[in-house]
């Protein structure tokens, strides 16, 4: 599979603060990477580095094979970025925005009127053309910024939390957005927000006070965010001796009267045995809620297993 990214051992210090280290991986083409991690783990640092907005202290980035420091017309082509505040000014309308960002794209004139046309349509923009940005919600503005930053048909689109500040509508918007523009290009979308990276992403890379400590397919993702804990509820009090003797479950706890936190070994399932248990005995089922690790359980695991090894 050919990269059209390629990081190699980058680093950023900001004096004596390390807020990227060490940083390798690859983007290939076709693929929605997530770039995930807390508030001030790292993430717009390698954005902005990427783009070549930020020199690196150390390190190397190609953009299909193009050098960013030594090479950056030509590794800038191919990229698009949209930056955590999106670069769009409030008082042009959305045409005379697109078309000024495509001069700056380098587009020549007969190019310019296509490309806007056809950014403005990718991003549900095409009825906004005479629209103030200003007076546009946080959501189109934000399609906006998108569609700035592919005007030039670039082969990578960065996206630095694209969704931060949008209601739940456009958030869900703005992700269909996501997996749409991955159709045709390869994307990295930075987040700190993990339901994000499991809607729009074929990857994730988990970055932790600057370090990488996870790089999987996203699958594997939703995997390690399962645990091996239910919380069932019934409407009659159950035997617990006879729950306790299910095989796989390790600890029983009461939460409330009837409600349950029940422990089980790593990779069973004992849901079919609870609901064949209290169809049996009558005890009336009326939870069995599997619980998730969140992703500060999932960052502790992770790093946790990395100082093991360290
Ligand atoms: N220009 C700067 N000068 C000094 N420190 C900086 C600078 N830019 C970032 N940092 C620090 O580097 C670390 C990483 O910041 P970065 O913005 O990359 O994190 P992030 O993962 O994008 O978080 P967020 O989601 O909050 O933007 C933070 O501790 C931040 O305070």
Not at 3 to 22: K, M, T, W, Y
Not at 150 to 179: A, F, K, M, Y
């Given at each position: 599979m050919s990269s059209l990214i390629e990081v190699n051992h980058l680093s950023r210090q900001f004096g004596h603060h390390?807020?990227?280290?060490d940083v390798s991986f690859s983007l290939n083409k076709g693929e929605v990477l997530g770039f995930l991690g807390p508030n001030g783990a790292g993430k717009s640092t390698t954005m902005k580095m990427i783009c070549g907005n930020l020199t690196p202290t150390v390190g190397e980035i190609k953009i299909n094979g193009y050098d960013?420091?030594?090479?950056p017309k030509l590794a800038k082509a191919e990229l698009g970025f949209l930056p955590?505040?999106?670069?769009?000014?409030?008082?042009?309308?959305v045409d005379e925005y697109l078309r000024y960002c495509a001069k700056l794209h380098g587009l020549r004139k007969h190019a310019i009127k296509l490309s806007v046309e056809r950014g403005k349509l990718k991003c549900g923009l095409s009825d906004m053309g005479h629209r103030l940005i200003g007076n546009l919600s946080k959501g189109y503005q934000q399609r906006v910024g998108i569609a700035q930053a592919i005007l030039h048909n670039p082969s990578v689109i960065i996206l630095d939390e694209?969704?931060?500040?949008?209601d739940p509508i456009q958030i869900l918007e703005i992700r269909e957005l996501i997996r749409e523009l991955g159709n045709e290009h390869s994307v990295i979308l930075s987040t700190h927000i993990l339901p994000e990276v499991q809607h729009s992403c074929s990857r994730v890379q988990i970055i932790h006070h600057g370090k990488l400590v996870l790089n999987e397919p996203v699958e594997g993702l939703s995997r390690r965010m399962t645990s091996s804990s239910l919380i069932v509820r019934f409407r009659q009090q159950p035997n617990e001796e006879v729950l306790q003797n299910v095989?796989?479950?390790?600890a029983l706890e009461a939460l409330?009267?009837?409600q349950y936190l029940i422990q089980h070994t790593?990779?069973?399932?004992i849901s079919e045995t609870i609901v064949e248990l209290s169809v049996t005995n009558n005890w009336g089922l009326l939870e069995l809620t599997p619980q998730q690790h969140d992703m500060e359980q999932i960052f502790l695991s992770l790093t946790q297993h990395s100082n093991n090894h360290e």
């Amino acid at each position: 599979m050919s990269s059209l990214i390629e990081v190699n051992h980058l680093s950023r210090q900001f004096g004596h603060h390390c807020a990227v280290d060490d940083v390798s991986f690859s983007l290939n083409k076709g693929e929605v990477l997530g770039f995930l991690g807390p508030n001030g783990a790292g993430k717009s640092t390698t954005m902005k580095m990427i783009c070549g907005n930020l020199t690196p202290t150390v390190g190397e980035i190609k953009i299909n094979g193009y050098d960013i420091i030594d090479q950056p017309k030509l590794a800038k082509a191919e990229l698009g970025f949209l930056p955590e505040i999106p670069p769009v000014y409030p008082d042009l309308t959305v045409d005379e925005y697109l078309r000024y960002c495509a001069k700056l794209h380098g587009l020549r004139k007969h190019a310019i009127k296509l490309s806007v046309e056809r950014g403005k349509l990718k991003c549900g923009l095409s009825d906004m053309g005479h629209r103030l940005i200003g007076n546009l919600s946080k959501g189109y503005q934000q399609r906006v910024g998108i569609a700035q930053a592919i005007l030039h048909n670039p082969s990578v689109i960065i996206l630095d939390e694209p969704t931060v500040g949008l209601d739940p509508i456009q958030i869900l918007e703005i992700r269909e957005l996501i997996r749409e523009l991955g159709n045709e290009h390869s994307v990295i979308l930075s987040t700190h927000i993990l339901p994000e990276v499991q809607h729009s992403c074929s990857r994730v890379q988990i970055i932790h006070h600057g370090k990488l400590v996870l790089n999987e397919p996203v699958e594997g993702l939703s995997r390690r965010m399962t645990s091996s804990s239910l919380i069932v509820r019934f409407r009659q009090q159950p035997n617990e001796e006879v729950l306790q003797n299910v095989p796989n479950i390790t600890a029983l706890e009461a939460l409330d009267t009837g409600q349950y936190l029940i422990q089980h070994t790593q990779g069973t399932s004992i849901s079919e045995t609870i609901v064949e248990l209290s169809v049996t005995n009558n005890w009336g089922l009326l939870e069995l809620t599997p619980q998730q690790h969140d992703m500060e359980q999932i960052f502790l695991s992770l790093t946790q297993h990395s100082n093991n090894h360290e």
